[in-house]
């Protein structure tokens, strides 16, 4: 019941301060009387007007926010996940396992899902099992709508 009521308030508002922004001036000041004056003094000196530069909204990409905070975790994570789940790899294993993470996010920044998919031509089933035990609940501020990411990474 206060979601609509407040939506409705605010709609108001806003109409309120456009049609304020948004209307001409008033012609119904007075017109200013006509006083003569002597030749020998100078006409006032003419202001021109000051306007305001229009505003520019700085707009920020709720999914270039969330990308970025989950590279910023893997990062600030990667060793404690590679001290937890990297073993040195047996002869014909791949070095290195590209993987990618996959979170989803509510519009609250809270992580909904959170998975890794790895490359099946480069895997190691053992550390892809790990590192998906190892996995940690993200936060993010909140971005107003839900999102998802998907950071690739490489192991180790």
């Given at each position: 019941m206060l979601i609509p009521a407040s939506i409705v308030v605010g709609s108001v508002i806003i109409a309120g301060a456009l049609y304020m922004a948004l209307r001409p001036p008033s012609?119904?000041?007075p017109a200013p009387a006509i006083v003569e004056a002597p030749t020998s003094v100078a006409p006032?000196?003419?202001v021109a007007p000051v306007v305001a530069a229009p505003r520019v909204?700085?707009?920020?990409?709720?999914q270039a926010r969330a990308t970025a905070a989950v590279r910023d975790a893997l990062a600030s994570q990667r060793a404690?996940?590679?001290d937890a789940c990297w073993t040195a790899p047996a002869a014909g294993e791949p070095l290195e396992i590209p993987l990618v993470m996959s979170v989803g996010f509510d519009s609250e920044?809270?992580?909904?899902?959170?998975?890794?998919?790895?490359?099946?031509?480069?895997?190691?089933?053992?550390?892809?099992?790990?590192?998906r035990a190892h996995l940690f609940a993200f936060s993010i501020p909140a971005p107003g709508v839900p999102v998802h990411v998907e950071a690739p990474f490489v192991a180790p």
């Open positions: 012609s119904a000041a006032p000196p003419v909204a700085t707009v920020v990409d709720p404690q996940l590679r920044g809270r992580s909904v899902s959170v998975g890794i998919s790895e490359d099946r031509a480069a895997a190691r089933p053992e550390v892809a099992n790990c590192l």
